[in-house]
């Protein structure tokens, strides 16, 4: 089993940053592949950001590229999402979801994910 715990949300200023941190235990994540969701009030969730498990290999949506960047620390056992150049939109929780599968490839499918995290309320105000 795997334990994801998100952190570095909060309240910015539209054009601000944040940098999201992604804590895992219960077991090394490192050959995983790991990604970031988020979901808007009233929306559906929707794939924001995913990286293999060596970190050599990112996907993410259209709406952040240039903007975002997810990275992660294997020794720490650690995922990260930088947000930068912010936006009302991007206003959401944001989730982190690990793969089960060992060095399984970084996908945007929802579905693909089997260990997910309680989320991180980030609110950007215009």
Do not use: H
Not at 56 to 70: E, L, Q
Not at 93 to 108: D, I, K, L, M
């Amino acid at each position: 089993q795997v334990q994801l715990v998100e952190s570095g949300g909060g309240l910015v200023q539209a054009g601000g940053s944040l940098r999201l941190s992604c804590a895992a235990s219960g077991r090394t994540v490192s050959p995983l592949a790991m990604a970031w969701f988020r979901q808007a009030p009233g929306k559906e969730r929707e794939f924001v950001a995913a990286i293999n498990w060596r970190g050599g290999s990112t996907k993410y949506a259209d709406s952040v590229k240039g903007r975002f960047t997810v990275s992660r620390d294997n020794a720490k056992n650690t995922v990260f999402l930088q947000m930068n150049s912010l936006k009302s939109e991007d206003t959401a929780v944001y989730y982190c979801a690990s793969r089960r599968e060992f060095y399984s490839p970084a996908t945007p499918n929802e579905g693909d994910y089997g260990y997910w995290g309680q989320g991180t309320q980030v609110t950007v105000a215009s």
